[in-house]
């Protein structure tokens, strides 16, 4: 549970309860919590909310299916809302769309912040215990000899027209990319920075 918890002592004890994507960071909706609706959401890890039309509990999917799984829960400085990262199952709005605001939610670039974590978690794991350990185990003159290796098989499968093998080897160096930042203790918001600094 977050710390310190919310106060739902303001407002008549409902709070605004704001539910955000937590791979692509969009925000899908608002709802409204009580307190019982927050504890359900906590111990079940699925987005509850207390509904003012039907007063009472309710489960976002209960009819639809369409679940909000959840990773994250925060409460701001004031202690008056709560944010809610979840995992959509799904559209999260009752007309279909993505969003409750009617914007695309496709984007997975924030998978890139997890992916660095699992990165991060594996440094200096057992090389036994998976191939990125493995990987920094063997040193930084691997490392960058797989991100060589990666970037020339990419460009090989540039010239041909096959987008699956293509979008592998992508895949294949931007991972090994991420590996050999790590080596490096270089955060990838780092190499962002120096992009935009370009930008201007």
Not at 37 to 61: C, D, M, P
Not at 139 to 160: C, F, P, R, S, T
Request: glycine share 4%; aromatic share 8%.
């Amino acid at each position: 549970m977050p710390t310190p918890p919310p106060d739902f002592d303001k407002s008549n004890g409902l709070l605004p309860a704001i539910v955000q994507d937590a791979v692509t960071g969009k925000v899908l909706m608002l709802g409204y919590m009580n307190a019982e609706a927050y504890q359900k959401t906590i111990s079940e890890r699925v987005v509850t909310f207390f509904s003012r039309s039907k007063n009472r509990l309710w489960t976002k999917g209960e009819t639809s299916g369409h679940f909000l799984h959840v990773t994250d829960v925060l409460v701001d400085c004031d202690r008056d809302t709560v944010l809610v990262k979840a995992r959509p199952q799904g559209p999260t709005c009752h007309t279909g769309a993505d969003t409750c605001f009617d914007e695309s939610n496709a984007s997975n670039v924030l998978f890139i912040e997890h992916l660095k974590q699992v990165i991060k978690s594996r440094k200096n794991a057992s090389p036994e215990s998976s191939y990125t350990a493995k990987l920094f185990a063997k040193g930084i003159n691997k490392i960058a000899q797989k991100v060589g290796e990666e970037a020339v098989e990419l460009v090989i499968e540039a010239k041909d027209d096959n987008k699956e093998l293509f979008l592998g080897e992508a895949a294949d160096l931007l991972f090994h990319y991420l590996v050999l930042l790590e080596a490096k203790s270089i955060d990838l918001n780092e190499v962002i920075d120096v992009l935009r600094r370009r930008h201007k």
